[in-house]
Every structure is written in C-alpha cells, then in structure tokens.
C-alpha cells in the first residue's frame, strides 16, 4: 500500500483519515469511539489541535484540523489519539497487535467552499455507509456539535471553523452548514468521492498548483488532475506498480485506496 502524504505544510486544513488493522471493526463499540474523542479533546489540550470536524465509525475515523504553523502539532497529536486508543483496547482485550493498519493519510483542502464541502463529506459518512439516514443520528461524528455548540469538553474550534469556511459568525456557518447537509441528502450526493481521502491536495487548480510547489522535491511523480468541480493532487500508480515488481505486482491501481467507506 501507497504510503501516507504527511508532510504538512503551514496555513492549510486538512483532512485525516487512520482505518483500523486490516479493516477490522475494531470501533464497534460506543465506548471506544467515546474514548477515541476523549483522547481527541487531550490533544487539544495538550497540543493546541484546531478541529474543526470529526467522525469516528465502526472501523475508521476522519478528521479535519487546521495546521497553523506546520510544526508537530498533528503529529503529536495522532501518535497521541491513535497510540493511546489501541493501547487501552489491546489491554481490555486482552489483545496483541496493531490496532491500525499502516499510517493515516492526510489530504490538504482548500479553506472557503471546498472546506465546507469537505466537512458535509465527512458528516454523510455513516448515511453513506446505511447505518443512519442524518448526521445527527450519529453521536461520534461533529454534525451535533456543530449545531449545537457545547459549553464544556468542547472539541471543535467554532471560530476558526466559521472563518476558514468564508464566514462572519458561527451562526452563519451553523445556517449553510444545515443546508449543504440537507441538500447533499436530497439530491443523493452521499456518495464516495475519492478525492476527499485518497489525494495529496484538493481544491481549486491554483490550490492545488501552491500545494504542489510547496512540496518541492516531495512532489516529483504528483499528478495534477481534474475533476467534476474540483483539481486534485494524486500519487501517480505507476511508480509504486514500476518499484515493486513481480514480488508485490497485487498492488496496482485498484489497490492504492488509503480509506474504505
């Protein structure tokens, strides 16, 4: 499997995703999706983590932070959140093992419209998946919160979430960020779209292009490709299809997914 793009880059949201190992359904349970938040809150804590969305589902999360000065602060705190959850898992279980399988994948999004498109994205997750019908059916995703703001344990960063998005206030997002919801629900547009989880970068092409050159070196073999209403920067298949050979020829186009839905 491809490897995580994780080499952050300052004044950009981006959009995490970290599945459980092997796929199992390893989050199953109420309780360690609500430890997984708890751990989530502590790297806020700790490390001063803007959230700005979240979802945690049966066997894989997602969640989108703003990195404000491409130091170690989502670093830290994914080592934080995902060592400590499989951690206190294996111990209850009595189980040995990886808990997650390989390194999360990060995806820089454009802020303004595309962010907020990135967010209804990760709110749909479980309707996507047939396990609810709303968002706010679900309890471990941020839909809920968003909507109705906490006034303790707060995980989302209202402020930067309404600013980064196009917004005066909290109230305003609160109002588009319903309706993009309850539009994305009625037309069917629920469905997976890949340039949310498997891309380096997504947004506009001049977002994309930035990105691209802000990488530097890390970006040789990156291809610049357009969507329907948005450009992506993707790992280019081949290189990894040309390096491995006959020894690992299973991993080919079909297989370099870093998220299942």
Not at 39 to 59: D, M
Not at 160 to 185: K, N, P, T
Not at 237 to 246: E, R
Request: glycine share 6%; net charge neutral.
């Amino acid at each position: 499997m491809a490897r995580a793009h994780r080499h952050y880059i300052a004044g950009h949201a981006w959009h995490i995703t970290h599945r459980c190992h092997k796929r199992e359904f390893l989050l199953k349970f109420s309780r360690d999706r609500h430890r997984w938040m708890q751990w989530l809150f502590e790297a806020k804590r700790r490390y001063g983590l803007v959230i700005l969305n979240y979802a945690v589902t049966s066997n894989h999360v997602h969640l989108i932070v703003y990195d404000e000065d491409g130091g170690e602060t989502i670093p830290n705190s994914i080592r934080l959140i995902a060592g400590r959850t499989g951690q206190e898992y294996n111990q209850r279980k009595k189980r040995k093992g990886a808990f997650w399988e390989d390194r999360y994948h990060a995806t820089a999004i454009e802020t303004g419209e595309h962010l907020l498109r990135c967010l209804v994205y990760v709110d749909l997750n479980m309707v996507r998946a047939g396990v609810v019908t709303h968002p706010e059916q679900w309890n471990h995703g941020g839909y809920n919160e968003i909507q109705h703001p906490r006034r303790k344990n707060i995980l989302i960063d209202y402020e930067s979430l309404s600013s980064l998005s196009g917004f005066e206030d909290i109230e305003s997002f609160q109002s588009a960020h319903r309706q993009w919801v309850a539009s994305a629900l009625l037309e069917g547009e629920a469905q997976r779209e890949g340039y949310w989880t498997q891309s380096i970068a997504t947004g506009s092409r001049s977002f994309v292009e930035a990105v691209k050159a802000q990488m530097r070196s890390f970006a040789t073999g990156r291809q610049i490709r357009e969507k329907a209403d948005c450009y992506e920067l993707r790992e280019s298949p081949s290189l990894y299809i040309a390096s491995f050979g006959t020894e690992k020829d299973n991993i080919d186009v079909e297989n370099l997914l870093f998220w299942n839905e």
